[in-house]
């Protein structure tokens, strides 16, 4: 319809920020918004999707759910964007007021172009911003219908050097739900034990043996010396721990490479579960889901922080990783984890699912980045699951089992050996981590479930323990019996997180942190040392979930 006049809509006070661009710089902007990723806020059906806006094809049209305000569409550029030019193409359901945002992490959103007088037809505007992700933001429609274009048109250049992370450790840019705790002190010496501790962690277990480029985080007490759990949370952790070390971008795609030349010999999307001394896969070499879950977030993660358009394109990876795991990993009757793709139906493991598995915020994480509403089932299922074990089997610690059976029916804590010791009924090597993958999402999501398992969990051991985390042990009863009367890290550090989530126990937290920083780094358990690094992460306020 017409190219909107700058000068008039500063008159007007419809920009919140400078936005001058020369008309004649028109002629060189880039189109680069084509077949970009694309989510929305909602659509009015299928057909409608947001993708179809950035087509190229102005025959297709996103369109939002009809009479709702307010509605937004978002474009991931893929890597940070001088951006110069939007054009929207609107169908006859267009915008009457409504911003241009930018964004560097999808999440904290700057206002390049508003406007409470949007007739439709065609907006062409003029902008200047930075940001990865570009977003029309509807708050008042121009019809009685929705939100509707034909095409949304971003141009504008890379970047130079634009590959520094989006969410730096450190920077604290996504902040926890209201009232959670984090221990005392000040932020800084917080982040600075964490970077300490991330430091005697990489010196200890990371490698680069075999050569091909590949990194491995090594696994001196797993059967094999390299397994998928491992380098799963290697993903996350060097994902995470961008901006504090630069050479986070260089290690997380050395274990890309090793994921990629690793594939399970079932499903070739997911990583095969062990290799020997010469970097071989061995047993079968088919895939666990423990390591699988943690490959696909911290490919998000890495997306999120660098971009896809570099050596590896880390978000069609994680796609691809997470398909896998709906399509090999997941059970689709109960809608539950099975153990690894090697499960299958009429199998004796078909109706086994894993605990620590359960990882709430991943499956957030897993629905936002394919827009798949199975992963919300998904959630809800393992959310109820938790749910279910603690108020019938553990009322009083709200402990879970290492395995449950039965999911096709009646799930229960395994009566005795299933997969791996005879305390699989039990809280023990593997359900130990259970607090901290709960109370990730409780921090994270404010979410009322997720809140209460992580509150029960943490009623019960601080009154077990008289709030001395030095009486935390190895393995309990589901009845609070211990097991064991020495400590691991493994243990007591998870309980950390589900201390954050009570306003009663500052004390309690501040207690176990000093557990944890009086622990010094165990170098022969690359599996107690990477859950207590993962947990410091999260109790100093640097976990974030893409």
Known sequence: MRRRSIGLLVAAGLFSAPLTVPQTAVAADTLVSVAKPTTASSIEATGFEPR????????????????IDPQWMRIDLGSSHRISRVKLNWEVAYGK??????????????????????????????????????????????????????????????????????????????????????????????????????????????????????????????DHPYVAEAQGYGMVIAATMAGADPDAKKIFDGLVKWKIDHPSAINPNLLAAEQDVNCKSVNGGDAATDGDMDVAYGLLLAD?????????????????????????????????LKLGDWSSSGDQYYYISRTSDWMIDHFRAFRTATGDAT??????????????????YAPNT???????????????????????????????????????????????????????????????????????PNKIVVGYGLDGTPIQTYTSAAFFAPFTLAAMTDPASQAWLDALWNKMLATPIQT???????????????????????
Request: with cysteine; aromatic share 12%; hydrophobic share 35%.
């Open 304 to 336: 999120k922080q660098w971009g896809s358009s570099g050596t590896y394109n880390y978000k069609d990876l994680a796609i691809k990783h997470i398909d896998a795991i709906k399509k090999d990993e997941l059970n689709p009757a109960t809608h539950l």
């Open 524 to 546: 022969g358990s690359y599996f107690a040392a990477s859950i207590q690094l993962q947990v410091m992460i999260t109790a100093s306020g640097n976990h974030w979930v893409p």
């Open 97 to 222: 007021t409504y911003r241009i945002q930018t964004s560097a992490d999808g999440s904290t959103w700057t206002d390049v172009y508003s406007t409470t007088a949007g007739d439709g037809a065609i907006d062409d505007l003029s902008v200047t911003g930075t940001g990865r992700y570009v977003r029309m933001y509807g708050t008042q429609r121009g019809t009685p219908y929705g939100y509707s274009l034909w095409e949304f048109e971003v141009y504008g250049s890379p970047v130079s050097g634009g590959t520094g992370p989006a969410v730096p450790f450190g920077s604290h840019l996504k902040p926890y739900a209201a009232g959670t705790l984090k221990p005392s002190g000040t932020q800084a010496a917080l982040d600075q034990k964490v970077v300490d501790y991330y430091n005697s962690w990489k010196s200890a277990f990371l490698r680069q043996n075999c050569g091909n480029g590949w990194y491995q985080v090594i696994s001196p007490d797993a």
């Open 375 to 392: 992963w919300d089932t998904v959630r809800t299922a393992h959310q109820n699951q938790i749910a279910h074990l603690q108020s019938t």
């Open 398 to 468: 709200g402990l879970l089992p290492d395995f449950v059976v039965n999911t096709d029916t009646t799930p229960k804590p395994a009566p005795g050996q299933v997969l791996e010791d005879p305390k699989d009924g039990k809280y023990w090597w593997n359900a130990c981590r259970t607090p901290w993958r709960i109370a990730d999402d409780a921090v994270t999501s404010g979410d009322a479930k997720s809140l209460a398992a992580a509150r029960k969990l943490n009623s019960w051991i601080k009154t077990k323990t008289g709030g001395d």
């Open 52 to 67: 179809l806006a950035v087509d190229a094809n102005t025959g297709t049209r996103w369109a939002s759910a009809e009479g």
